[in-house]
Structure formats: structure tokens, C-alpha cells
């Protein structure tokens, strides 16, 4: 590589030299939350239609049992492997959220962990190409957003291909000339509308990604050439999916921070809008235990954004109730926590949730800086008035949640699939993962079935 | 579908509706001409190393050996072996083109071919459901060119992707409703950027889009959902991936003419522009039988893209062969042919051949209409000039390549591969192929090798 060399071959050449010794033990440590985090989100979904339908369309073509499907008995080769595991993973928007660009998690660890299981690669070799991987999405995400996004691409599908084509790359060995033709393969291949939120195939996204990010890999490992310049030339990703382009977000500071420092976990399986009011009705829950007849009525004051996406009164459907600040309220307040159980239609239709779901009252507050901020007042019937401000949701930045919630959060998810056993042994792998000879060792853990 | 449906939805309803009965015998042929000359360039460059390479990246994760590959032994799962076949289809650039969108059989016949072997479909079936396919992604391709062309988009893979899922669809016997997510599927995996142009990936274009759009069918009939207005939703693919679109023509009409009329074939292994000083070569040196060592000068009139495309005068290699109008001239003159062999390094080095090109002159003539047309003019040692006119070079709407050209060149392709009776054979089953009660006899005898 020359100094002229265009930003896919430096980025391609960072990929290859990059040394896990020179990654931060916090980077590391975020790598493992990621990878429950991940695995959780994937096994609890396993047995969705959203994945049933798509294993039975692509089940008849698949080739040896190379690799795990998670929280299934069934097993693929790779490619198909990572397609699905890659949709499992997005099936619930419980997946993990870069700060300003994308998920990272699941276009990459499908890939990764198919191909890892496959080339029985150790757990720090895995880890380091994940870290790479998210690197490589986000930092492509970050030069064409917000603008990208505008248009109508959905980032996770359209960077993270690039994420699984360098995490797999990595993985490979490709050198620095077959890793740029891997990044130009995955710009080729580069998809996915927001025409399709609300649809299956928004999981089909990362699905997608990762199975073509490895492919990339895989073509460029046997000298499959491409474009030099996939990303930055004039008709390349950048210019052709954006109308705003800043190359030197994707080469600044290499390996001088890293974007997965910035990954956000949600604790509750809805939209963030409305995660401050649900933070803040379990809180006062916590703290003064009151039972559902004491409450009288509850005020909400909120972000604009809250209502205009979660303003839904009577929700229905489990669907429906994600998109209502009324339901979210009541559960917090009732039973304490938020989890998908919490939104299965029989509890949205319960008259004891109903009944304190009427009596919420929310109102869009100017001074709220934050979608991720909220005021939650509680009026007992005994008169006792308990509010509780909510400056920063659980799971943003600034008030992470713990190694102790992203557990909770796994268990809750994996309990319909994994004996408690199983799930104790799977936290433990994941907090040590750096340190296993065999990265298989996860995939079969994480298939769970015997 | 009611007055209000999308041009998705009427797009899905009219291919799920039409009646092999409802399209002209001319047409029904159209689509033999197209299978005959796609098998020729499929099986011809079956053992090219983009080919190789392609396979030997696949080929560990391949599934059961369900269909052939063409002009090879090996059998794959129908997904990678439409893959490989769409491949194979476009590295000569050989392979069909529209008049104004796309190269219709690439991403078309390979997702076809794979699926009617499996399922052991008749050739009525077959031909109808390629003839859906070419018109589905040659609508698509007109709605929105020249402006989704001139942003960056290579439209045999963008619109291909769309045209291997209706025809897949259609073979598969989805419903309105499935084919409509079909297209939402395809739409959402609509990729291949214009920059790879001059790297393997520009055969993997049409190979990508072969296996999505088949995947796409595949999983809409497992009623996987998409959007319903996946084409032309604010969000969705022809505002997202043009500046331009026309809806109306994707609808007008349907039915009632056939894009696949307007289907070109080439007789060179080259750039269209070569093509009339070709004709005009070939066609005085079989006029006049004069021998090379005749010539004193040639001189040609010719458009100026021309010179601007093709105008390398030493060229050292076969690719670079491709880009010299002059090699061209003197290979037409010389051999009275311009087949891949002409093409070869040591055609390209032979001092005979360069003695003729450094002979050839050409200039550009603002009278000439098109790049289609063009003057050759021979002088001979022994004074007479030979002059000859071709206004319209083989393969174009005015002047198409006769059945038996077809045939000529079929043979030439596949020579290294078939044998003269398994050419033969495999001719008259394209000409005939309507009345096939198993399309899978031609992918059979397509791949050759026992």
C-alpha cells in the first residue's frame, strides 16, 4: 500500500495487521457483553415463524452440518448457517445498538461464530475479529449517515455486509490485497431498504449481511478479485448508496479508539422511545412496593418523540403494545419488569394491566432533552404522590447496564430453550470466552437441543 | 388486488395470472434463440478462472447435488448452482442484451434452469416462466434508466434480481401475495455497483442475483412477507436506487408486447462498437477471398465511441485485444472470424495479425449514425479498393442473427467442451424445447462431461 492508496485498501490493510495485544482489556470486555448479549437475543427467538419460515425455504439446499443453528438441534453448513443465525438475531430489535450507526452484533457474530465453530478457531481470534468487524461497519456507517439512512438504506444490512466480510476475512488470513477485494465484494453486495421495517425481512437484513459478508471472505480467500476502490470511488458504496461522504471517518484514529466502546443493550425488547418510563415505573415499584390497587393514576412527562412513536391507547396484539407508552407504564408498574413475556397478548389484554393502563396520562414536556429521559409520577390512592426523574435510560452510555443485567436479561431470553444449567454454563463461556482453544465450544453450548 | 394496488401488487398479479397460451409463437421462440445462445456462453467458459474461483469458494458449504453445473461434471444445491451458472453466463460479456436495459438470460435462465431440473418441470413451463422473468426485470430496468445506470448501478444485477424471482416464483406456482413479497424480497436484496466493471465481479452480478432472486421465491413461498409495495413505496427500490422513475412503464401494456422481442445477441466475444468494422471485415474478405499478404491499407469510418472505447493500437493481451478496433479489423480481414479463439494471447501477438493492424486507419465520421454502423474500406496491393457499407451491425433489431448464426456461434463456444453429437443434441433440444416433458434433459445435457 502506498501513501495514495484509496480508504478500502487502508482500511483492508488496518483489518489485516491489526494485533488483538493491542486492543484495550475494557474493548475485549465489551466484545464478551456483545457476544450474550447476541446469543441471548438469538436463542430466545429461535423458534419464531420469522426464522422457521426462512430455515424451511433454505433447508432443502444446505450442505454438511458445519455449524449451529442457535437454540436449535439443527445443523447447516456456514453460509446457511450464518443467514439464519444472522436473522434470529434481529427478530425481536433486542439486539445490541452502536450509539450513532448500527447493530453491530448481528451481521457480524453469525458469520463469525459459523465460520469459528468450522475452522475451530480459538476464542481470541474470534473476539478480535468481531471487535474488527463492528469497527470496519461502524466507521463506514459513520461516513455516509445520517444521510444514507435518509435515503432509505437500512445500515445495518448495507454496512454491516462489510463487518462480516472483514470479521470473517480476518478469521481467513486473507493478506492485505485479498481483504480489500473482500470489502469490494461486500460493496457489490451491499442491500437492504427501510421499506421493509415492520416486515420479516428486516431480520432477513442482517441475515443477509452476514451470509454475504462471508461469502466475500470466502471469494477473496480464492483470489476472487474485485475493485481496488469498492468504497470511495466515484461510482463505488459510498457515492452510489449516499449522498454525503466523509472519508476520513473511516481511516482517523485506527486503532487508536474503537467503535464497539460505544455499544448501547437494551434491557426491555421495545422501542428505546419508550425504555426511560418503563426504567422509571420499576424503579418507584422497587422502592416503595405499592400493589396495582393503590395506584390511582400515573403522569408521564416525555419527549415528543414518545408519543409520536409509542402514543398507542388500547393496544391489542403484543405488536401493538410495544408501540404504546400506556402499556409499557402499566408493566413496569404491575409486574416490575419489561420482558417479552410482559408482551404477549394475554398480559396486554389483562383487565388488572388494562385497568392501570387507563389510568396513565402522558404529556409531551418541552424540557425533556432526550427520547432517553423521562418524569414518572405515581398518585396513590392514599394520597402519597412518588415521582421519579429519569435523566438517562438503562443502557445508554451514560448509565450502562451491568455484566449482571446483560445476565438477567440472557436468562429471561434463553429460558424457553436452556435448562438453568445450560444458561450458567453459557454466561460463564462468554465471560471467558478470550480464553477458550475452541470457539465451537459456544456454538454447541448456544445450540442448546441434544 | 383492488384499483389501488401498487405496481408491486399488479406486477405480482399479472405474472401469477398469464397463460403460456397468451404468448406468440414468436416470442415462445425468442425464448429458445435466448436458451441456445445462454448455454453456448454458460458452457463455454465453464472452465474460466473467475468460474473456478467462484466454485472453489462454494463448493465446501454446497448442498445436496441437486443440479448441473454447466459444461462441468459437478452437481450443487439449485441455489449454488444458479450462482455458478449466472457466473459463467456473463464472463465473456457473450450473453444477451436488451436493447435498452439488461442482459436478460444471465440473472434469468441459471435461477430457471437449477429449479426446473429439481423439480422436473416441462420446457412449456420453463420457457413461459423466462419470458415473465425477462419482462419483469426489463420493466423494472426501463422505469428507472438512464439515471439508476448513471448513479452507479449495473442494472443486469439491480433489475436481474427481480426478474430470477418472478420466474422462480412462477415455477414454484406462488399466489399473488407471495409473488408480491417476492418482489419485496428481491427488491431488498437489489444490488452490484458499475465500478467492479473490469473485475470478476461483474460476472458475479448476474450469478448473485440468479441465486437471490431464486432464494426470494423460495422464501415467499414459505409465506416469508416483505412490503407489498416493495418497488414503489417512498421508501422502496426505484426511489431509493434512482432519481428517476416511471411507473406507468412497468404496467402499460402487460400482456399485450413482450420486452423479449427486443433481444439482441452478439455475434463477437466483444464490445458492441467492434461490431460493424467486424461485419464489414468478415464480409469482404468473403466477397473478394483476397489473402493478408494482398492488403496494402485499410481504412475505416466510424462513430466516435468508437475510437473513444476501442481504440488501443498495440495491444499485448486478449483483454486488451477486446478494446482495439484495429486488432479487430485485422482478424475479421485475416480470419474471416472474430470468435473467443481471435481473441487468444497468441492471435493477439502474431506477427501476421499485427503486420494487418499496423495497416488499419480509422477515423471518426460525424455521419455516422450510431456505433452500430460503419465504413470499411480495403486497398490492395494491386490497386483496386474494396469498399463496403454496414448500416446495421449483425445481432442489432434490424439486422438479427439468423437461427443458423445462432448455431455457429453456439458451436464455437462450446467446442472445447461438447463433443460435435453432444452439440447437436443439445441444439435441437433448445429448438424444441417447448415440447420437453423435463426441462432437466437439457441442464443434463448442458453439463457435459459424464
Known amino acids: ?22 486492543v484495550p482489556a475494557a474493548v475485549r470486555h465489551e466484545a464478551c457483553r456483545a457476544l450474550l448479549n447476541w446469543l441471548g437475543c438469538a436463542i430466545g ?7 422457521q419460515r426462512a430455515l424451511a425455504a433454505v433447508a432443502p439446499f444446505a450442505g454438511a452440518p458445519q455449524a449451529a443453528l442457535l437454540g436449535r438441534g ?70 455516509v449517515v445520517p444521510q444514507h439512512y435518509d435515503v432509505g438504506w437500512h445500515v445495518t444490512g448495507t454496512a454491516g455486509v462489510f463487518g462480516a466480510a472483514a470479521a ?15 470489502l469490494g465484494i461486500a460493496a457489490t453486495q451491499s442491500s437492504g431498504l427501510r421499506e421493509m421495517f415492520g416486515s420479516m425481512c ?40 449516499s449522498t454525503h461522504f466523509d472519508p476520513a471517518i473511516i481511516t482517523e484514529g485506527l486503532g487508536k479508539h474503537f ?48 408519543l409520536e412513536l409509542t402514543g398507542k391507547k388500547t393496544p391489542a396484539t ?15 408498574l404491575i409486574h416490575g419488569r419489561a420482558n417479552e413475556s410482559e408482551y404477549a397478548e394475554a398480559v396486554v389484554r389483562d383487565p388488572a394491566v388494562i385497568a392501570i393502563r387507563d389510568r396513565v396520562f402522558a404529556v409531551v414536556d418541552a424540557t425533556v432533552s432526550s427520547f432517553l429521559e423521562a418524569y414518572v409520577s405515581v398518585t396513590l390512592r392514599d394520597g402519597r404522590v412518588l415521582a421519579h426523574h429519569v435523566p438517562h435510560a438503562l443502557g445508554t452510555l451514560q448509565r450502562p447496564m ?29 465471560w471467558n470466552a478470550g480464553d477458550l482453544r475452541d470457539i465451537g465450544d459456544i456454538a454447541r453450548a448456544a445450540a442448546g437441543a441434544s
Open 402 to 430: 451491568s455484566d449482571q443485567d446483560l445476565e438477567a436479561k440472557f436468562r429471561a431470553l434463553v429460558e424457553p430453550v436452556l435448562s438453568v444449567d445450560q444458561a450458567n454454563t453459557l454466561i460463564q463461556q462468554c
Open 45 to 51: 427467538t429461535a423458534r419464531h415463524e420469522t426464522v
Open 202 to 241: 428486516k431480520s432477513f437484513h442482517p441475515g443477509a449481511a452476514a451470509r454475504n459478508g462471508l461469502s466475500a471472505a470466502l471469494l477473496a480467500a480464492q483470489n476472487f478479485d474485485s475493485s481496488l476502490r469498492g468504497i470511495e470511488a466515484p461510482r463505488g458504496w459510498a457515492h452510489v448508496l
Open 259 to 306: 467503535e464497539l466502546s460505544r455499544n448501547m443493550y437494551k434491557p426491555y425488547p421495545c422501542g428505546l422511545v419508550v425504555h426511560a418510563v418503563i426504567d422509571g415505573c420499576i424503579e418507584l415499584k422497587r422502592m416503595h412496593n405499592f400493589l396495582p390497587a393503590d395506584i390511582k393514576r400515573v403522569d408521564l412527562r416525555v419527549h415528543p418523540m414518545v
Open 1 to 22: 500500500m502506498t501513501d495514495t492508496a484509496g480508504v478500502t485498501q487502508t482500511l483492508a490493510r488496518y483489518v489485516v495487521d491489526a494485533k488483538y495485544a493491542g
Open 74 to 143: 439443527e445443523r447447516l453448513d456456514i453460509l446457511n448457517a450464518a443467514f439464519l443465525n444472522g436473522v434470529s438475531s434481529h427478530v425481536l430489535d433486542f439486539d445490541d445498538t452502536h450509539v450513532e450507526a448500527v447493530h453491530p452484533s448481528a451481521p457480524v457474530y453469525p458469520a463469525l461464530l459459523a465460520l469459528g465453530e468450522w475452522r475451530r478457531v480459538s476464542g481470541a481470534d474470534f473476539l478480535h475479529a468481531f471487535i474488527l468487524g463492528v469497527e470496519v461497519e461502524c466507521r463506514l456507517a459513520l461516513s
Open 168 to 182: 470473517a476475512g480476518k478469521l481467513l488470513g486473507l493478506n492485505a490485497q485479498q481483504m480489500t477485494w473482500a
Open 318 to 332: 403484543g405488536l401493538e403494545g410495544k408501540f404504546s407508552v400506556y402499556h409499557a407504564a402499566a408493566i413496569g
